[in-house]
């Protein structure tokens, strides 16, 4: 019988998809031996988001968020998602910081570290492979997969066999748009099993309706695991339900390792939780819908919201329609970058811009410069040479990687941390990020300032 490793993502993708990562330790803690004991392949944790959202909106330490997942779930693979050089942040780090923050994620409790680049310039991710593995970790090399003229079945394959020889342990073709079809899944799973020899994983979400068919034709391929959430934290812009793909399998025959008697108490577990969410207005009813337009404009769930957010924010939300068409030629001109973080941003900020300014590129975002000196990597496709041109106003796009230009970022932050910073975590989230890490790390005091002075008044009476 063929095993089907699943890997449950609510901890992870599905509520950063749906609750934009708002989710606080104290919402998931009490399930989490019994998510331990249902058989699942990996539970993601960590990563992505949720990194940034801990200091930002949770008041939380990321770190103490993974030892304590790790305190509970003893049998379970640990599983994150790292952008490469990027980390966990929007822009490069250099190599050393790289290095120390997957070292650290790994003697902090994580197993599985899933490594992506968003141009599939694997001179990024290549630090990041190299380091899980020399750590014990299990490298999962990433194919961002999306759709252009220059992408094709056959790249795709020849990423794949990339990712191999650079040592992965297995490989996840990441569709973070939900744009792939089952006939493309079929074929590339097929393609890629035929010339690797590493496990490959299929990840998707329920933006557009597709992925049950799809993770169920991957899986014919011969895919060896799918990323499914438990059914209270599914669908939508999360991935498909998790409970649904174990029965189907199940009865198809597949091995998944898991049972509907064991995941049912996991979902009763957080019906409420999402209930809490939908009440207070975090869970917006239109991300739970199936939304088409990501296959007419190749557009992720999470970039069209944030379009909507921009355009609001102008009183231009009647704009949305030209937005949405200018969307797409941005991306042409920039060699047709995948759209996820960070590329989504700034191509999506970009075509705000020219649609709102009445000329194409009046403003050129700092962020969209930067990727045609070649910062991010380099451009899958042809760059629109015009646009170079005017970017760059002279300057010379940067030659090889440009990670090996950026001066270590961690001697610099301990010196300025002092004794603020209690370990070398407490570094790497202010390297990450620096305004985020400093007020939690105040008000981190403040709180331990408040015990002491109630310890003493309580000793005191």
């Not at 191509?347 to 070649?374: D, F, P, T, W």
């Given at each position: 019988m063929k095993k089907v490793q699943i890997t449950e993502t609510v901890l992870r993708d599905a509520q950063q998809s749906l609750i934009a990562t708002r989710m606080p330790r104290s919402?998931?803690?009490?399930?989490?031996?019994?998510?331990d004991n249902a058989g699942y392949y990996s539970l993601e944790c960590w990563g992505g988001a949720t990194f940034d959202s801990c200091l930002r909106y949770l008041n939380e330490d990321p770190w103490e968020r993974l030892r304590f997942i790790r305190s509970k779930c003893k049998k379970t693979k640990l599983q994150m998602l790292l952008r490469g050089q990027n980390i966990l942040g929007y822009h490069h780090y250099s190599d050393n910081t790289v290095r120390a923050f997957v070292r650290e994620a790994i003697q902090n409790g994580i197993d599985i570290i899933r490594i992506f680049d968003a141009l599939n310039d694997y001179r990024n991710i290549e630090v990041a492979v190299d380091e899980c593995l020399k750590n014990g970790g299990h490298a999962q090399g990433t194919i961002c997969y999306t759709t252009s003229p220059i992408h094709t079945i056959e790249n795709f394959i020849q990423l794949g066999i990339s990712l191999e020889k650079m040592g992965c342990n297995s490989i996840c073709i990441k569709d973070m748009a939900g744009i792939m079809t089952p006939e493309v899944a079929y074929q590339l799973v097929k393609g890629l099993k035929e010339n690797v020899s590493i496990p490959v994983i299929v990840h998707t979400h329920s933006t557009t309706g597709l992925a049950p068919m799809t993770y169920l034709k991957a899986v014919e391929a011969g895919a060896d695991g799918i990323d499914t959430a438990i059914s209270s934290m599914s669908?939508?812009?999360?991935?498909?339900?998790?409970?649904?793909?174990?029965?189907?399998?199940?009865?198809?025959?597949?091995?998944?390792?898991?049972?509907?008697?064991?995941?049912?108490?996991?979902?009763?577990?957080?019906?409420?939780?999402?209930?809490?969410?939908?009440?207070?207005?975090?869970?917006n009813p239109l991300v739970m819908g199936t939304n088409i337009n990501a296959l007419n404009y190749q557009i992720p769930g999470g970039m069209l919201?944030?379009?909507?957010?921009?355009?609001?924010?102008?009183?231009?939300?009647?704009?949305?329609?030209?937005?949405?068409?200018?969307?797409?030629?941005?991306?042409?001109?920039?060699?047709?970058?995948?759209?996820?973080?960070?590329?989504?941003?700034?191509?999506?900020?970009?075509?705000?811009?020219?649609?709102?300014?009445?000329?194409?590129?009046?403003?050129?975002?700092?962020?969209?410069?930067?990727?045609?000196?070649?910062?991010?990597?380099?451009?899958?496709?042809?760059?629109?040479?015009?646009?170079?041109?005017?970017a760059l106003n002279g300057q010379k796009p940067i030659e090889g990687r440009f990670a090996e230009t950026i001066e270590p970022e961690i001697p610099k932050a301990v010196q300025y941390l002092g004794t603020r910073a209690r370990n070398e975590e407490d570094v790497l989230s202010y390297v990450a990020f620096p305004t985020q890490a400093e007020k939690f790390f105040e008000t981190r005091e403040e709180r331990k300032a408040l015990h002491v002075s109630y310890t003493i008044m309580k000793e005191g009476e």
């Open positions: 919402d998931f803690a009490d399930i989490l031996e019994t998510m669908g939508g812009t999360s991935q498909p339900a998790t409970e649904s793909m174990v029965y189907a399998l199940n009865e198809m025959g597949y091995d998944t390792g898991l049972t509907m008697e064991k995941l049912k108490p996991i979902n009763d577990f957080f019906v409420p939780v999402r209930q809490k969410f939908i009440d207070n207005g975090t869970l919201s944030n379009l909507i957010a921009q355009l609001k924010a102008q009183n231009a939300l009647d704009r949305l329609d030209e937005v949405l068409e200018e969307t797409p030629r941005v991306r042409k001109d920039l060699g047709y970058p995948p759209l996820v973080t960070p590329m989504s941003q700034m191509v999506g900020v970009q075509a705000v811009q020219n649609v709102l300014s009445g000329e194409r590129y009046k403003n050129i975002s700092k962020e969209v410069r930067a990727y045609l000196r070649g910062e991010y990597g380099r451009a899958p496709g042809e760059v629109n040479q015009e646009l170079v041109a005017k």
